[in-house]
């Protein structure tokens, strides 16, 4: 069957040599594959009969073929509202039903559920709402304790956790990236592609005396949907991969520096990037493409984070945190008091928590400039730390309060040890957590109302500690430790375990 194409209206002359566009060659394709399904009326019985006996595949794939963006947003949200009234009639069945209830009653009762179900997701997700998960955590056991999930050989830099909460994902020093599953540890390895394939995927050759490119990682991402990974490190590029064949697909260049750290806007493919170059940029995994870069700090940048709403959190050696508003083209600017800021990540739209150098945790909003309350040693090196009790001498000119004694020999948090180099945030909660390389890992409850924040329990755990992360249920919290720091090797613990470290939380 013959296809006939009309020219483009710019003009193109038909003849030998003018080659057509591979748009139109695909669309052809397709069009001849659509009509040969169609069986005229004057085919003979046996065609029918051929037709009939692969009618069902060959109708299939011509729906894929035709099915637009708008078609597959109806069929994942159909999918989706199967599942969340899944979830309200497992939930139903759970309840005592009373006797006697209609059948219509009990549907009217289950689209209630499933409607509230909705909401509260949405307004979770929308960061409007905060969920009371610390008053619910209960005290550790002498039993519970963190377990070695997955084991690295060198220091592990980064971790991060699927939407679902099922796998992680966790990088080291020594460039490997593993993708584990919660549950039962079972891993697998990531294959950095050759030289070649990297090239061909976009990758820039080396620069200076290099002969190929860094396996260094230092940060990692995940995609909402998880179908993306994404990878950054000395090698100064951020590497895409396939989380579904744990295939290498893309390179991104661009920074002048180490990538330091990577975050998804939830529910996009949009991928933020920070470097020691000073810069934020801003990329599209679904397409393969760069957007923008975004500039204002003065000197590296070590962490990153996004919410939802299109911001981005960023912390630097230039002890000022920023909160890019990338639509209205502004930031805001806040400034820590006396420290370098290592760490921070969003509690809410409109409030941050964050981790300095001295061993302090800071609570942040978007009314002030400055911290609305720190929280002073933290993480500092004592001896007998559980023992000290909150003083009136513990309150500092500026109201905020600083923790233990205050003798110039009672603790050293200018030691590498108690730097806070990792801070996490149960997403839309009141919980939080902070690590360093004083051997624990301390919960916090963020009291918004009060604007303070509150220990609640020592998870002890040996080793730096350089990434975690929570489950978006709040049941378990994952920590990426290693015997150096993450950026560096200004520190030293043998007896710890390089890997990832798992804590089960109890939830009353």
């Given at each position: 069957m013959?296809?006939?194409?009309?020219?483009?209206?710019g003009g193109a002359?038909?003849?030998?040599g003018?080659?057509?566009n591979?748009?139109?060659v695909?669309d052809?394709k397709k069009?001849?594959?659509?009509d040969?399904d169609v069986i005229r009326?004057?085919?003979?019985?046996?065609?029918?009969?051929?037709a009939a006996?692969?009618g069902?595949?060959?109708?299939?794939?011509?729906?894929?073929?035709e099915?637009t963006?708008?078609e597959?947003?109806?069929r994942?949200?159909?999918?989706?509202?199967d599942k969340?009234?899944?979830?309200?009639?497992?939930?139903?069945?759970?309840?005592?039903?009373m006797?006697?209830?209609?059948?219509?009653?009990r549907e009217?009762?289950?689209?209630s559920?499933?409607?509230?179900?909705l909401?509260?997701?949405?307004?979770?997700?929308a960061?409007?709402?905060?969920?009371a998960?610390?008053?619910?955590?209960?005290?550790?056991e002498?039993?519970?304790?963190f377990?070695v999930l997955?084991?690295h050989?060198k220091?592990?830099?980064?971790?991060?956790?699927s939407e679902?909460?099922?796998?992680g994902?966790s990088a080291?020093?020594d460039?490997?990236?593993?993708?584990?599953?919660v549950d039962?540890?079972?891993?697998?390895k990531?294959?950095w592609p050759?030289?070649?394939?990297l090239?061909s995927h976009?990758?820039?050759?080396?620069?200076?005396?290099?002969?190929?490119h860094?396996r260094?990682?230092?940060?990692l991402?995940v995609?909402?949907?998880?179908?993306?990974?994404?990878?950054?490190?000395?090698?100064?590029?951020?590497?895409l991969?396939d989380t579904?064949?744990?295939?290498h697909?893309?390179?991104?260049?661009?920074?002048?520096?180490?990538v330091?750290?990577l975050t998804?806007?939830?529910?996009?493919?949009?991928?933020?990037?920070g470097?020691?170059d000073?810069?934020?940029k801003?990329w599209?995994?679904?397409?393969?493409?760069?957007?923008?870069?975004l500039f204002g700090?003065?000197?590296?940048?070590?962490?990153?984070d996004?919410l939802?709403k299109?911001r981005?959190l960023t912390?630097?050696?230039?002890r000022i945190?920023?909160?890019?508003?990338?639509?209205e083209?502004?930031r805001?600017v806040?400034?820590?008091p006396?420290s370098s800021?290592?760490c921070?990540c969003?509690i809410?739209?409109?409030?941050f928590f964050?981790g300095?150098?001295d061993g302090?945790v800071e609570?942040?909003?978007?009314?002030?400039?400055k911290?609305?309350?720190?929280?002073k040693?933290a993480?500092?090196?004592?001896?007998?730390?559980?023992?000290?009790?909150?003083?009136d001498?513990?309150k500092?000119?500026?109201g905020?309060?600083e923790n233990?004694?205050h003798s110039?020999?009672?603790y050293?948090?200018q030691?590498a040890h108690?730097?806070?180099?990792?801070v996490a945030?149960c997403?839309?909660?009141d919980?939080?957590?902070?690590?360093?390389?004083n051997?624990?890992?301390r919960l916090?409850?963020?009291?918004?109302e009060t604007?303070?924040?509150r220990?609640?329990?020592?998870?002890?755990?040996?080793?730096?500690?350089?990434?975690?992360?929570?489950a978006k249920?709040?049941q378990?919290l994952v920590?990426?430790v290693?015997?150096e720091p993450?950026?560096g090797?200004w520190?030293?613990?043998?007896s710890?375990?390089n890997?990832?470290a798992?804590?089960?939380?109890?939830?009353s």
């Amino acid at each position: 069957m013959k296809n006939k194409m009309s020219a483009p209206k710019g003009g193109a002359r038909k003849g030998k040599g003018f080659s057509r566009n591979p748009f139109f060659v695909e669309d052809s394709k397709k069009r001849r594959k659509i009509d040969s399904d169609v069986i005229r009326s004057d085919d003979s019985d046996d065609d029918y009969g051929l037709a009939a006996k692969h009618g069902v595949e060959e109708e299939e794939e011509a729906e894929l073929v035709e099915e637009t963006a708008d078609e597959k947003r109806q069929r994942v949200a159909r999918a989706y509202l199967d599942k969340v009234r899944g979830i309200a009639a497992k939930a139903e069945e759970d309840e005592e039903e009373m006797e006697g209830e209609r059948e219509d009653e009990r549907e009217g009762e289950r689209d209630s559920r499933v409607s509230r179900i909705l909401q509260q997701e949405q307004l979770e997700d929308a960061g409007r709402v905060c969920r009371a998960i610390a008053s619910r955590v209960q005290t550790p056991e002498s039993s519970d304790e963190f377990r070695v999930l997955v084991k690295h050989r060198k220091s592990v830099t980064a971790v991060a956790l699927s939407e679902d909460d099922h796998k992680g994902f966790s990088a080291s020093k020594d460039g490997t990236i593993l993708h584990w599953d919660v549950d039962s540890g079972k891993h697998e390895k990531y294959q950095w592609p050759s030289e070649e394939v990297l090239r061909s995927h976009g990758a820039r050759d080396t620069q200076g005396r290099a002969t190929r490119h860094s396996r260094h990682v230092l940060a990692l991402a995940v995609s909402s949907d998880g179908k993306y990974l994404a990878s950054g490190g000395l090698d100064r590029h951020i590497h895409l991969w396939d989380t579904r064949t744990r295939k290498h697909i893309q390179a991104f260049p661009g920074h002048k520096g180490p990538v330091s750290c990577l975050t998804f806007r939830q529910g996009t493919s949009e991928l933020f990037s920070g470097s020691f170059d000073r810069t934020v940029k801003i990329w599209n995994a679904e397409d393969r493409a760069y957007i923008t870069t975004l500039f204002g700090h003065q000197s590296e940048i070590l962490t990153i984070d996004c919410l939802r709403k299109e911001r981005v959190l960023t912390v630097g050696r230039d002890r000022i945190m920023q909160l890019y508003k990338v639509p209205e083209e502004s930031r805001l600017v806040f400034r820590a008091p006396a420290s370098s800021l290592e760490c921070g990540c969003f509690i809410s739209n409109e409030e941050f928590f964050s981790g300095s150098d001295d061993g302090s945790v800071e609570l942040w909003n978007m009314l002030r400039k400055k911290p609305a309350y720190i929280v002073k040693n933290a993480h500092a090196l004592l001896a007998a730390n559980n023992n000290i009790e909150q003083k009136d001498s513990g309150k500092i000119p500026n109201g905020h309060i600083e923790n233990g004694d205050h003798s110039s020999g009672s603790y050293h948090c200018q030691s590498a040890h108690s730097w806070v180099s990792s801070v996490a945030v149960c997403r839309s909660s009141d919980l939080a957590a902070s690590g360093a390389g004083n051997g624990c890992v301390r919960l916090w409850a963020i009291e918004s109302e009060t604007k303070g924040i509150r220990t609640l329990f020592d998870l002890p755990l040996v080793g730096f500690v350089n990434s975690l992360a929570f489950a978006k249920s709040g049941q378990f919290l994952v920590a990426g430790v290693g015997q150096e720091p993450r950026l560096g090797r200004w520190g030293n613990i043998q007896s710890a375990q390089n890997g990832i470290a798992i804590h089960s939380l109890k939830l009353s």
